[in-house]
């Protein structure tokens, strides 16, 4: 079973891929298929199931990255890691380029922390 996590990006990446796109959304999904391409490079079916999504976009050469990808999360830990915290940096980048607001905190954070998009005033933590 194809994981569905790993469908929608690959679908995704195809997609944005093959249109026209803003400067920042072409430079996330870019770095993410580079990723792909320099993890796989030494796997000529995983690098054809790459280039394929990419050459001929279908549904079928969608399915199969997306498990070729999945099986690889499965096997190693740290590339399922690194995909997902990559493939969240694209969909931040693609909402902020549709004029959508993404607020992201991560790290040890001490202390207070505001997320906001337009504030009019100030802002203040008591004390």
Do not use: C, K
Request: charged share 20%; no cysteine; hydrophobic share 45%.
């Amino acid at each position: 079973m194809t994981d569905p996590i790993m469908l929608t990006a690959v679908t995704t990446l195809v997609t944005w891929g093959t249109t026209q796109l803003a400067q920042g959304s072409r430079e996330a999904v870019g770095s993410l298929v580079t990723f792909l391409r320099e993890r796989f490079r030494r796997e000529p079916a995983a690098r054809a199931a790459i280039e394929g999504a990419f050459e001929v976009p279908s549904p079928a050469a969608t399915r199969l990255l997306a498990a070729v990808l999945a099986d690889e999360a499965s096997r190693d830990p740290g590339f399922a890691a690194e995909f997902h915290n990559r493939w969240a940096r694209v969909e931040a980048t693609l909402a902020a380029s549709a004029d959508g607001v993404v607020n992201s905190v991560s790290g040890d954070v001490s202390g207070p922390v505001v997320q906001a998009r337009d504030i009019r005033g100030g802002i203040s933590f008591g004390g």
